[in-house]
């Protein structure tokens, strides 16, 4: 096994959506026909990724997903590098901190398919930094430049 400390920064808005948001009745607004400012800040605060002391993070499982779907266009050899990185290739830590509290409120209308138009409301961090370790099986993944291509796409 071979670690790189990797140190991603964000090109574009980083926009959050905890699923444990889903499971807090008190969250659900959707009904409400006048959204009051308060209780869509509360649902913002509730889809936020936080951890106890209230500073924002990234969950690795993110970053993993994103590079496996980034690797499934990559090939290793004759093999299509998808399955390769999903297996071979490991984030620590699990929660990647950024290094704030503060975020700015993303709010749009969705569609809801039993109530239709509703405002949907969502942490987002503008410009953003994350720092973590790489952790990849060199018998399955070989170069060291794979993983830096797929990084950089």
């Known amino acids: 096994m071979k670690t790189i400390k990797v140190e991603l920064t964000g090109d ?3 926009l959050m959506n905890n699923p444990i948001s889903m499971l807090d009745d008190k969250a659900d607004v959707s009904g409400i026909k006048s959204y009051k400012i308060a209780d869509l800040k509360k649902k913002a605060d509730i889809k936020a990724y936080k951890l106890p002391s209230g500073e924002l993070y990234v969950p690795a499982e993110a970053i993993k997903g994103s590079l496996i779907g980034a690797s499934s ?8 590098a998808k399955p390769i990185v999903a297996g071979g290739v490991f984030i620590s830590p699990q929660k990647i901190k950024l290094g704030t509290k503060k975020y700015e409120y993303d709010i ?3 569609v809801n398919k039993q109530r239709g138009r509703i405002v949907v409301v969502r942490p987002k961090i503008p410009k953003w930094k994350i720092t973590f370790n790489l952790e990849f099986d060199e018998t399955l993944i070989g170069d060291d430049l794979i993983i830096k291509q797929l990084l950089e796409d």
């Not at 266009?73 to 299509?80: M, P, Q, V, Y």
């Open 12 to 14: 574009s808005e980083l």
């Open 73 to 80: 266009f990559r090939k290793i050899g004759k093999f299509t």
């Open 108 to 110: 749009r209308t969705g």
